[in-house]
């Protein structure tokens, strides 16, 4: 009895590690479509004398400095962070959704 109690545990616990496992990779591949949507249109011919006129642009870039001061990349996110991810994570879903 206790053998198949300790097997039904170790079932479900593996169960919850693989949902969490597959949710994990799946945040990521969202990030990574992201990220590789967003180089794609830097390069883009209608925006590219834009970005290079931005990234000439010292007022933007301390600016742009001063917002990504308040991001984090560790473990404990603040609130402000966590908003962002998610915004990055329901973006990179629509557009994996939209380009698949």
Known sequence: MRIFLVLLLS???STKVANAQYTSQKDAMYIATLKAVVNY???????????????????????????????KNTRTKNSTNKKVYN?????????Y???D
Do not use: P, T, W, Y
């Open 41 to 71: 249109k830097i390069n883009d011919e209608e925006n590219l004398s834009d970005i290079e006129d931005l990234r000439q642009n010292l007022r933007f870039n301390q600016r742009l400095q001063k917002m990504l001061d308040k991001l």
């Open 87 to 95: 915004i990055l994570l329901k973006a990179g879903e629509e557009i």
């Open 11 to 13: 079932i479900f616990f």
């Open 97 to 99: 959704k939209e380009l």
